[in-house]
């Protein structure tokens, strides 16, 4: 598989993944892979003949991976990681990562206020923190075409003209499809709403994403929410570590550190009009530690990276990316 980059611009108000709550539907502040994948493959089936072309369908969606489109300027961060309470003071670091040697500082040491596990694991631009997201008011209409009375609710969603990037993990059918550029609709009242224009560029390997070890240990921080079940096939928090240790090639002693939030997924397949299955499942954010028998190799790491983990993983979730940099945030020690 090819290793590519999306770089994506809204180009009109878009919002996904919503859930609703009295009269605010509120939606994500980026856009999922598994979103991504679906209005692909929806443009994919208005070029071309389904039943005809059937196995360049499999080859272009069943077997290429799609990574969440993050906003420019973002941080994904792991839920393991502690934020004030309250916000943080000017001049403060406003992350912290856990005490490796023991549970994780109740209070910020330079300000002694109160630290929390980080509540929303994707974080706006630190230059503007409140450019992402907007609010467009809705109605429902009569049969008549006017306003249905009581029926106004409001919708969040992405502002037109956010810049997003993403990786995805593609064969060769697959990339030759997408070409340089091209134009998708995503999100709730895609006729007025939810046009965004992708560029897709050869991620160069140097340039590409990876998995760092240190010493033994590799932090596993998802990028979209991960399908897990135990050995009886009951829904599971943690990875499968036989599955871990398959991919890497190296034996998977322990999942721990393990910070996730549970959520339901589901979804719509466009082939056949039907909804899919809800699972439950961890959010995006939620990471682990997993610590093999020996240090693992870049190239079992770089496996896992395109692998993934978890269930239904062509459909985007299970992804997996790259721990923050050290020294982006100050350890709270």
């Not at 109740?106 to 630290?115: A, E, H, K, V």
């Not at 990339?175 to 134009?183: I, K, P, S, V």
């Not at 990316?321 to 050290?326: E, G, V």
Request: charged share 25%; with cysteine; proline share 9%.
């Amino acid at each position: 598989m090819t290793a590519v980059r999306i770089v994506a611009t809204t180009k009109q108000f878009v919002s996904v993944g919503a859930k609703g709550a009295l009269a605010v539907t509120e939606g994500l502040p980026y856009i999922p892979g598994s979103t991504l994948r679906g209005a692909l493959a929806a443009r994919w089936l208005r070029e071309h003949d389904q039943e005809r072309r059937r196995a360049e369908f499999i080859d272009v969606f069943e077997r290429s991976r799609f990574g969440p489109l993050l906003p420019a300027g973002g941080q994904l961060v792991p839920r393991s990681y502690r934020e004030h309470k309250y916000g943080a003071p000017d001049g403060c670091v406003p992350l912290h990562r856990p005490d490796p040697w023991g549970e994780p500082n109740s209070r910020c040491p330079l300000c002694g206020q109160q630290l929390v596990p980080v509540k929303q694991a994707l974080k706006p631009p630190a230059h503007d923190p409140t450019s992402l997201m907007t609010s467009r008011p809705r109605v429902e209409l009569t049969d008549q075409e006017t306003s249905k009375e009581g029926q106004l609710f409001e919708r969040t969603g992405l502002r037109s003209g956010t810049p997003l990037s993403g990786h995805a993990f593609v064969t060769g059918p697959a990339r030759e499809w997408l070409g340089e550029q091209c134009t998708i609709r995503v999100g709730g009242a895609a006729s007025v709403s939810g046009e965004v224009q992708l560029k897709i560029v050869d991620e160069p390997p140097e340039a590409a994403p990876r998995l760092k070890a240190t010493g033994r240990d590799v932090t596993l921080l998802l990028g979209s929410p991960g399908i897990f079940v135990d050995s009886a096939g009951r829904p599971a928090s943690t990875p499968s570590r036989n599955e871990i240790a398959e991919i890497v090639q190296s034996p998977c002693e322990e999942i721990r550190d393990v910070a996730a939030r549970w959520l339901r997924v589901g979804g719509w397949h466009n082939a056949s009009g039907l909804p899919k299955p809800a699972e439950w499942a961890v959010d995006i954010g939620s990471s682990f530690t997993a610590r093999f028998a020996t240090e693992p190799s870049e190239q079992g790491l770089e496996r896992l990276l395109r692998h993934g983990i978890g269930l239904r993983r062509n459909e985007g979730f299970g992804w997996l990316s790259p721990a923050p940099r050290q020294g982006r945030e100050r350890q709270g020690s």
